[in-house]
């Protein structure tokens, strides 16, 4: 009997160690799709409600997943669109941004897309919806709004508008379209002959317009190119090699895919031939740039063939593949790391499964070396670092209250509605100001408002009152803290004329919306946009420019 015993611990242990994983596996998998079964079937038979499947086991599924990372999902039939239209940037609609506004507890238009059924049915800026169809949209908030308005192209419906500047109301019938949102907004010439092209999105195709406004600037007389790729997050990986394919020769490759299974294995070269591989480009990233805009910027990074400038990227790394489930649902899922040209994964986040799934940031101290084509040295583990690095102007705190859905005095909206009703015309979006006569008069409407907003400074100040009362402290300082109290009191007018310039570039980007769309306002914005300053100065100084993509001398 020991004998046999001992035979049989010698098989078990020459065993292959991967037969004994994969067995393993394959029982806990068994074992718990047994478990989940018996408990729905115990929960279906015997709760006290009746349950509705869709949503409980939709929940199961929803919790499963969440434990992996945050790009794995799956999409149920009746939400297969919203899938579509993230990949693509189609959907069916009357082109336009709404809403919410707090004052009047309903949606309003914010701002139609040229050429679009809301443009063609005359919608402006302002107006408020309220009704689809004869169904009341009071107190509705925005996803509900969106979802009657969107609908199969070729359908139509009756919107009941009132408009604000004149308090006519209107009826107008819509037909719905295959609406594309612009991917690539905005494209045109800068100072100093320098091209600039702003891409949003990289969604299918989109690299045939890039291709045709590039070769555009081209004509124009561009001699170097500012390719804005800020809160970009991302899109289709083949764009991304089609874009990079216009710069590098061909045959270079740009991604390399590594997953469990082979053929998550693959390695991306550039297949078309270039249109320029020696004009000077200097590409714009920010924390909003993610996965294939990263794609474009480090790749070409990492083949010394641009400057990236900004701030640091967001760090997506991860490869995602749709598939078909059961029932005409399909599901996103996480199949690889991509690998750009220097061999490194840029990917930000560990995900671990363990305990329901957390996140951990990969330290600097554990990334790794890695070098350029010109033997420069990059980093992997956490986004694109820039070559330059050069934070925008951010927003004052009372900039962000007064576009807030937090004001319910919606101030700076209603002003922007009556400035439009009055200005039939205004001058080019590059051209465009915002009179100190037309500030002094947003100014007057925030004050008698009665306007209020949380400063930082006050806010800092209340905390320290309180860990200086809990170390004891407080008396011995009260004079000093009442001091301070009064210089920081809450002075709406001061911080008014304090950020006065700032105020009235937000101002003029939202009139040149109303007037010449999206595109119009990126074009307004430039005028006072430092980080395209710096890349246009950049450009303009070819030794500096030339002494960026060489490593530095040791």
Do not use: W
Not at 297 to 325: E, I, N, P, W
Request: hydrophobic share 35%; net charge neutral.
């Amino acid at each position: 009997m020991i004998k046999k015993l001992f035979l049989s611990l010698l098989i078990l242990a020459v065993l292959p160690v991967s037969a004994q994983s994969d067995k393993d596996h394959e029982f806990k998998v068994s074992k718990n799709m047994d478990v989940f079964n018996s408990i729905y079937k115990n929960l279906d038979q015997m709760y006290v409600d009746t349950l509705d499947a869709d949503e409980v086991i939709g929940n199961g599924i929803k919790a499963m997943l969440k434990s992996l990372d945050p790009y794995t999902e799956y999409y149920p039939e009746s939400e297969v669109k919203n899938l579509k239209q993230m990949l693509t940037g189609k959907y069916a609609g009357i082109g336009a941004l709404v809403r919410y506004n707090q004052q009047l507890k309903r949606v309003v238009i914010d701002e139609p897309f040229e050429g679009m059924p809301a443009t063609e049915a005359g919608l402006k800026k302002g107006d408020i919806i309220l009704s689809i169809d004869d169904e009341s949209m009071l107190d509705k908030d925005n996803s509900y709004v969106s979802s009657h308005l969107r609908g199969e192209p070729g359908t139509t419906f009756v919107l009941k508008i009132k408009r604000p500047s004149t308090g006519k109301i209107m009826k107008m019938k819509i037909t719905r379209k295959a609406i594309q949102t612009p991917s690539m907004p905005y494209y045109g010439m800068l100072p100093s002959n320098i091209g600039y092209i702003n891409l949003n999105a990289f969604t299918d195709k989109i690299s045939r317009d890039v291709r045709r406004a590039f070769i555009d600037l081209k004509k124009q007389g561009a001699k170097g190119l500012v390719f804005d790729l800020r809160d970009n997050g991302g899109g289709s990986l083949q764009e991304a090699i089609n874009i990079v394919s216009m710069f590098v020769p061909r045959g270079v490759t740009i991604v390399k895919t590594k997953g469990k299974l082979k053929r998550a294995n693959d390695e991306l070269k550039t297949s078309l031939e270039p249109i320029d591989t020696v004009m000077p480009i200097v590409m714009l990233v920010d924390d909003g740039t993610a996965s294939a805009s990263e794609i474009t910027s480090g790749s070409l990074q990492d083949l010394d063939r641009a400057v990236v400038l900004g701030t640091r990227t967001y760090g997506k790394g991860l490869v995602q593949y749709t598939m078909d489930v059961p029932y005409n649902g399909q599901m996103k899922l996480t199949t690889s790391k991509y690998y750009i040209p220097s061999g490194r994964c840029i990917q930000a986040i560990n995900y671990k499964h363990a305990n329901g799934g957390y996140k951990e940031h990969v330290p600097d101290s554990l990334t790794h070396v890695f070098y350029t084509k010109n033997g420069r040295e990059v980093r992997d583990g956490g986004g694109i670092t820039p070559d330059v690095v050069l934070r925008p102007d951010t927003l004052p705190n009372i900039a962000i209250y007064l576009r807030s859905v937090r004001d319910s005095n919606e101030v700076l909206l209603n002003y922007e509605i009556d400035y439009v009703a009055k200005h039939p015309t205004i001058a080019a979006p590059d051209k465009f100001e915002l009179s100190d006569e037309d500030y002094a008069e947003f100014k007057k409407r925030v004050i008698a408002s009665d306007f209020k907003y949380d400063r930082e400074t006050e806010k800092y100040l209340k905390d320290l009152v309180k860990l200086a009362k809990f170390e004891g402290y407080y008396e011995d300082a009260k004079p000093e803290f009442e001091a301070l109290q009064k210089k920081l009191t809450h002075n709406v007018e001061k911080d008014l004329d304090y950020n006065k310039e700032m105020l009235k570039h937000v101002i003029e980007t939202d009139l040149v919306a109303a007037y010449y769309y999206h595109g119009g306002a990126i074009q307004n914005g430039l005028r006072f946009d430092k980080q395209v300053k710096e890349a246009i100065r950049l450009i303009n100084a070819p030794e500096e420019y030339k002494k960026l993509l060489q490593p530095k001398k040791k």
